[in-house]
């Protein structure tokens, strides 16, 4: 059994070969589990809305503070394989 950082791994691997690309929310869900389990809870101002993408990005990040790198990762995962499943 791999361990959960190289599940996490091949996940961010495998979800750049998906034949379709997921939705913006989906991609906005996997940027802020990505950066929750990556660098912790979201740090700065948030974005003007002058720059919405950053914004949004920002948003979700901050909707998972409180969550630990693990479960993120785990989150993550999940997230992936849903995606392939419904790849085909």
């Known amino acids: ?3 959960l950082a190289e599940q996490f ?3 961010q ?8 690309a ?14 929750q389990s990556s660098d912790g ?8 809305a002058i720059n919405f993408v950053a914004q949004a990005k920002y948003d979700a990040w901050a909707k998972l ?3 630990s790198n693990d479960d993120a990762m785990t989150q993550y995962v999940a997230l992936v394989e849903e995606l392939k499943k419904n790849d085909q």
């Open 22 to 35: 997921p939705d913006v929310q989906t991609k906005l869900k996997l940027y802020a589990l990505y950066k």
């Open 9 to 11: 791994k091949t996940a």
């Open 41 to 48: 809870d979201v740090s700065g101002d948030r974005p003007s």
């Open 13 to 20: 691997e495998e979800v750049v070969q998906l034949n379709d």
């Open 1 to 3: 059994m791999s361990t």
């Open 65 to 67: 503070k409180g969550t």
